[in-house]
């Protein structure tokens, strides 16, 4: 399969890129990157990271938008640390010459145009560089095979604002752009899913006790988000492991693994003092429009697990 990864590496983005350089037949034609967790800088640092940790230096990523379209900037470093991956200090930082001179929307339509309804599009990140890419070219959502995105929030439940999920806020005008201009097969793993679907913290000490220069590395990076206040207050209030931009990914990479999802049209709230960013689930079917996407609703988390076991091997 052909797919498309927009990240803003970001804990979470480099374990969703690890599963998808894992799995079998995956041609990753380029990697987008966006600001989010982290600055762009940062996020280039990290991707490029993540890839020479797995030998695929061979993969070409590209440098995108390093602010919101109209939104106050901000970056997650609570959770994913200062240089959004852990600020783990013995890194092997791979040089930033690597990267490709292109800019990520222009590469993004030109990747798709070439290969037209074959690649598939994993967005782990606010979803700027999709909405810059379908104002430059309003049929490049035609030409997808599928469009994968972790983000918003099905019951108003927010992990960054009151009722809004973190990159739905960090772009809110990109977000609402994209649910309304890409019309291609959209799946939706929102927050309030990942959550429901985390898994036990014995699985995730299994994972990472692999003896593996990937598992290695990957224990090193999510020490900062592990022992952070924000994630002890949940391991104590009984909740799971949780790795949001996974589900994305594994469900791209293997729709069988998602048992059950809710067709439904969407949107964003643009306004609002506590509810900006928020997205709207058109439950009742008032908001009169014709594309729906797929929430996911139920997930095989048994496949999930082994194949997140695979990806640090
Ligand atoms: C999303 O925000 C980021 O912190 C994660 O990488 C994920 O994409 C969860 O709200």
Known sequence: MKLWVDVDTGVDDAQAIMLALSHPNVDILG??????????????????????????LDIP?????????????????????????????????????????????????QAVKKHPGEVTLVATAPLTNLA???????????????LFLMGGNVDSRGNTTVCGEFNFVADTEAAYIVLD???????????????ASSLPWSFCDQWLSQCTPKAQF????????RNSEDYQKEITAGKGFNSCDCYAMAAALDPTLMLENEE?????????????????VDYMKLLNKKHKVSLMKKFDLTKFQVMLLKSLQ
């Not at 901000?74 to 930033?96: I, N």
């Not at 990957?218 to 988000?225: E, G, P």
């Open 61 to 109: 990523v590209y440098k995108g938008c390093e602010r919101p379209l109209l939104a106050r900037k901000q970056h997650a470093s609570d959770y994913h640390g200062k240089d959004g991956l852990g600020d783990v200090p013995d890194l092997v930082r791979p040089s930033l010459e690597l990267l490709q001179k292109k800019k990520a929307p222009q590469a993004m339509i």
């Open 218 to 225: 990957m224990k090193k990076i999510t020490a900062v988000s």
């Open 264 to 280: 439904v049209a969407v949107s964003v709230e643009l306004e609002g003092a506590h509810t900006r960013g928020m997205m709207v």
């Open 181 to 195: 201009r890409f019309t291609c097969p959209t799946y939706i793993a929102a927050w309030e899913f990942s959550c």
């Open 132 to 146: 810059v890419a379908v104002q430059l070219d309003p049929s490049f959502p035609k030409k997808l095979k599928a």
């Open 31 to 56: 990697i987008s990157c966006c600001h989010g967790n982290t600055p762009l800088h940062n996020v280039l640092e990290n991707t490029l990271t993540v890839l020479g940790v797995c030998d695929r």
